[in-house]
């Protein structure tokens, strides 16, 4: 459904994404795993049209996007959740979601909003407090629903497990499984190995702006010393 090719982007002189290949699948997770600076978020933020890539393709059902502007890229159906959620801490769990959900007619939004609560209760028991006051896995939730607004059909996931205590982690990641199950594409960047692994259809490895080894989830489950060398971890 998506496939991103021979991508690569620079800041200036640095050269920081080389020609990285993703493909991502309705219901499928693609796991992108990497040391800090290899590569992982600006190619996510190239994907969805926030950083301009210096080459390669993004093609969405064979449709180029890169080129595009970031809200044409959110309505053809690729939204991102950023790293670090950046939810409206003042503003109500109700407001930021409505906020998700430009893309939508007046009327389609409070169904939409309804939607993702029946996906995440516990979202519309919090849905007039000050978004600032949730905890962190009730933050990424709000970031999930508020990118589930935009009706996606691929969604980049930046380190959804990043500062969260450790019990939320699985929690956070299993919500991003039943994401994909319900038919949407996940390209997900994690820091969290082993958690990342376990929810995982497929797995690429990236160093260096490069992907260094690219997989199935269940094959690099059994060989997780070759994930931990590649990572520069062993
Ligand atoms: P992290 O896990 O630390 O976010 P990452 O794999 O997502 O790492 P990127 O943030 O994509 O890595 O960074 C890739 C390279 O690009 C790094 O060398 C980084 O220093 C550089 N870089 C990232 N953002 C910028 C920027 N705005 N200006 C200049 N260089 C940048």
Not at 53 to 61: F, I, M
Not at 204 to 222: F, K
Request: glycine fraction near 12%; aromatic fraction near 2%.
């Amino acid at each position: 459904m998506l496939d991103v090719s021979e991508l690569h982007v620079s800041y200036g002189p640095v050269h920081a994404v080389r020609g990285v290949s993703f493909a991502v699948e309705p219901k499928r997770i693609t796991l992108v795993l990497g040391a800090n600076g290899a590569g992982k978020s600006t190619s996510l933020r190239a994907i969805c049209g926030l950083q301009p890539a210096r080459g390669g393709s993004v093609r969405l059902d064979g449709a180029e996007l890169l080129g595009k502007r970031p809200h044409r890229i959110v309505r053809d159906g690729v939204s991102l959740v950023p790293e670090g959620r950046r939810i409206f801490a003042p503003l109500s769990v109700a407001e930021n979601l409505r906020i998700g959900g430009y893309t939508a007619t007046r009327s389609q939004v409070a169904a939409l909003v309804d939607e993702v609560y029946d996906r995440f209760p516990i979202l519309a028991q919090r849905r007039d407090m000050p978004a600032g006051l949730l905890s962190g896995g009730e933050q990424q939730m709000l970031a999930f629903g508020r990118a589930l607004m935009g009706q996606p059909r691929v969604m980049l996931l930046d380190e959804p497990s990043m500062g969260l205590a450790p019990g939320m982690v699985d929690t956070v990641l299993t919500s991003v499984r039943a994401i994909a199950d319900s038919g949407i594409g996940v390209l997900m960047v994690e820091q969290n190995v082993d958690a990342g692994l376990a929810v995982a259809d497929t797995v690429s490895i990236v160093a260096r702006g490069e992907v260094v080894r690219s997989g199935e989830a269940e094959q690099l489950r059994e060989d997780a010393a070759v994930v931990h060398a590649l990572l520069g971890e062993a």
